[in-house]
């Protein structure tokens, strides 16, 4: 080593930090900004600078006259302060120094008097408006007058480097350059040995707890741990805003604070929004929001917040619950919530029930004690075991239908579409259950689908197809999703069954108001939605029917795959349902059970352990499908095999009959179609005669009989038909007598199925 380090230290300590010996200035004139201190402001230190930084520079040029005056002190001390290996070894007469080494040195009096100066200053400035982050921060965090010595102690290094030789100087070792903590003590006049001035630097102290100091290397001794200020407190200091890097994908600011609560109702006070920030103003720091479907338990949190003057960030517990080390990565989202001084909305709790483990039930409880305003938002039913203590408890309703279409109107303003003259926000939404966000983001997708129309005007098909986008991709996992291609026109049912289907359309139009503004929605914990039977044979219509529904109503039809549900195992099945009706609760749709009294039985007397299980399956069905919100279709060919205790329970019950003489001459004209050429000799009178089939049955025949007239190169004959018909015979398991001259197969006699002579 050619440098001894206590030359390093001369040269170091030789001026201050700010390249001036004056003393701090705050005594001067009323208003004029404390002088002297680090250049933290660059080399433009001489223009007038923000109060911020004249504070900051104020106090460190104090602390900077403690480091010098340790140095010298230190210095005077050595025995060699020449000495070439100084900080690298320990010598007999250092070891005596060590032992009859001085206290610490008592607090200047006359630096207390220039700290209380500066801090007067700072009151002042502050009381004009200016911002002067190092006070914020002390008020913010309670730091004590200690507490703020130690962190600025711990910050120098990061603002002049000479300060990396001067602390090694004063560690007694080159590859310690920046404070411990028993340095730190030391230069702010407390004895290592003093308990109130240690526990300032434990975990439990403001400035550990609160993130705005990290105490190094656990494993050494409490008075050799590193000091360090995190980078983001050091910008902030500084007056910069930059987010710390380790909140990328917790935080994230909301787009913007809209009152996307529903207003108040009338004769019942004020709105959700406003009662909420009065109980932040009032001081209640914890709520738990519970979202309805079609409600926005984040809207409304994030509206509260800023009504009640606080800054807004949203917290993703999906992230933080998937975080490699979420104990420190909260620590980091709260200093950054306590440095913006904003409020945290927090969710889907849902992420962080406390039953996938216990990690989940620490940090929740965590979360439910910080020192910001924390509103949680989620799904499930509040549970207090959670927290300490109780938080306010909110439902998030739906928003209502004229919320609704101003959202919607207001999402369109200024792009170059409008709505057609006869399209009604208002009632073109009614059937769905959307958030605010959700008709926001509907209406931009609802104009750019009217965009590529090339049209100007948004049209019902293209609010319905924005609709539609909205729909989360989970459900498809689940159920086979279905696009409704057909409509009323090509439904041939008698004219009882239409009217039943149209009630059903009907009720699931007008739930809003029936059930929710007139309050006629049942007791007994019953949801919002619309359930109904289709029974009849196979063939019949009802898949066809519940799809011309969904078209009607502008949604999607979700077939459930009875395979992916049903399941040998015990409770299973009541899983595999929860979760279609979880993920179906989110989506815009039609939820078609197909075959449904496999999962939707009659109870039996219990004589074995299976009966009991299969008992409790078809009571948890129940249950649960009395407190969907959405719209299901339940389908049988076996009517009189479900509970009797479930169909009282559904809102419409169809039964599809059999086609007649005169339907299925219907449905053989509009299954053979407009397209397929059709030869002279087809007799669609005889085909409704002699082929007593379904209208299932009968689309199979015309498409059997396509793709005869596709190999023969030419139009459908009346033989193809008849050809197609009778494997379609064969297919049903039918009797079919040998072929006759006209129709090419006979029924047995009085089987009241197959071709049969007039």
Not at 421 to 427: G, I
């Amino acid at each position: 080593m050619t440098a001894t380090v206590d030359a390093d230290a001369r040269r170091a300590a030789g001026g201050s930090v700010s390249g001036t010996d004056a003393r701090p200035g705050p005594g001067g004139p009323a208003g004029e900004a404390p002088t002297g201190g680090p250049s933290v402001a660059g080399p433009e230190a001489g223009r007038a600078e923000p109060p911020g930084t004249a504070y900051l520079r104020a106090r460190l040029f104090l602390v900077e006259q403690r480091v010098r005056r340790a140095v010298l002190a230190a210095r005077a001390a050595d025995p060699a302060p020449d000495d070439p290996l100084r900080g690298l070894r320990v010598s007999d007469d250092d070891a005596w120094r060590l032992v009859d080494g001085p206290a610490p040195p008592a607090p200047d009096e006359i630096a207390a008097e220039a700290v209380a100066a500066a801090d007067r200053w700072a009151g002042r400035a502050r009381a004009a408006g200016a911002r002067v982050p190092l006070a914020e921060l002390a008020a913010d965090f309670a730091l004590t007058p200690l507490d703020v010595e130690l962190l600025l102690i711990a910050l120098l290094p990061d603002l002049d480097r000479r300060y990396e030789k001067l602390y090694g100087y004063l560690n007694d070792d080159v590859t310690r350059p920046r404070a411990t903590t028993g340095l730190a003590l030391s230069l702010c006049g407390v004895a290592p040995v003093a308990g109130p001035g240690r526990a300032r630097l434990t975990p439990d102290g403001p400035l550990v707890a609160g993130g705005l100091l990290l105490v190094e290397e656990a494993d050494r001794p409490f008075l050799t741990r590193t000091l360090r200020v995190p980078d983001r407190v050091t910008g902030h200091l500084l007056g910069s805003d930059a987010a710390d890097g380790r909140v990328d994908g917790l935080l994230r600011r909301p787009p913007g604070v809209a009152p996307d609560g529903p207003g108040p109702e009338p004769g019942r006070g004020r709105s959700a929004v406003g009662g909420l920030a009065a109980a932040i103003r009032a001081g209640d720091r914890l709520a738990y929001l519970r979202e309805e479907p079609g409600g926005t338990a984040e809207g409304l949190a994030c509206a509260a917040l800023a009504a009640a003057g606080w800054s807004v960030l949203l917290l993703d517990l999906d992230a933080l619950g998937g975080d490699p080390t979420p104990p420190e990565s909260l620590t980091a989202v709260v200093r950054e919530a306590r440095l913006r001084r904003a409020g945290l909305v927090a969710g889907p709790v849902d992420a962080l029930d406390p039953a996938a483990g216990p990690a989940h039930a620490r940090l929740l409880r965590r979360l439910t004690a910080l020192p910001v305003p924390v509103l949680l938002t989620g799904r499930l039913r509040w549970d207090p075991d959670w927290a300490e203590e109780s938080p306010l408890l909110v439902t998030a309703a739906p928003v209502g239908a004229p919320h609704r279409a101003r959202l919607w109107r207001d999402a369109l303003a200024g792009r170059p579409v409008g709505l057609a003259a006869d399209v009604d926000p208002e009632r073109e939404l009614a059937a769905y259950v959307l958030t605010p966000g959700q008709v926001r983001r509907a209406a931009v997708a609802a104009a750019q689908h009217a965009v590529l129309d090339g049209v100007d005007r948004v049209a019902a098909r293209h609010v319905r197809a924005g609709v539609r986008s909205q729909n989360a991709a989970a459900l498809e996992r689940l159920a086979r999703r279905v696009e409704p291609a057909v409509g009323w026109d090509d439904l041939v049912l008698p004219a009882p069954v239409r009217e039943q289907l149209a009630e059903l359309a009907l009720r699931v139009r007008h739930r809003e108001q029936v059930l929710g503004g007139w309050r006629l929605r049942p007791g007994g914990g019953r949801g919002r939605g619309v359930t109904a039977l289709f029974a009849g044979d196979s063939g019949t219509g009802k898949t066809m029917s519940a799809e011309v529904v969904a078209a009607d109503l502008g949604l999607d039809l979700y077939v459930v795959d009875l395979s992916t549900v049903v399941d040998k195992y015990v409770g299973q099945t009541e899983k595999n349902l929860e979760r279609i009706f979880t993920e179906a609760a989110g989506v815009n749709g039609v939820l078609l059970f197909d075959e449904a009294d496999a999962i939707f039985g009659k109870r039996s007397e219990v004589s074995d352990a299976h009966d009991r299980y299969a008992n409790l399956e078809s009571a948890y069905l129940l249950q649960r499908m009395e407190s969907f919100d959405g719209v299901a279709v339940l389908t049988t060919n076996l009517r009189a095999n479900l509970d009797e205790a479930f169909l009282r329970r559904l809102d419409v019950i169809v039964d599809f009959p059999v086609p007649d003489v005169a339907q299925r001459r219907a449905l053989w004209d509009r299954c053979l179609g407009t397209e397929l050429p059709r030869a002279a000799d087809v007799d669609l009178d005889r085909c409704a005669l002699d082929f007593e089939l379904s209208g299932g049955g009968i689309r199979a025949c015309a498409v059997s009989a396509g793709y005869l007239a596709a190999a023969a190169g030419g139009p459908v004959t009346m033989a193809m038909v008849t050809a197609a018909a009778r494997r379609e015979y064969r297919k049903l398991g039918r009797l079919v007598l040998p072929a006759g001259p006209a129709t090419g197969g006979r029924a047995a006699p009085g089987g009241g199925a197959g071709a049969r002579r007039p």
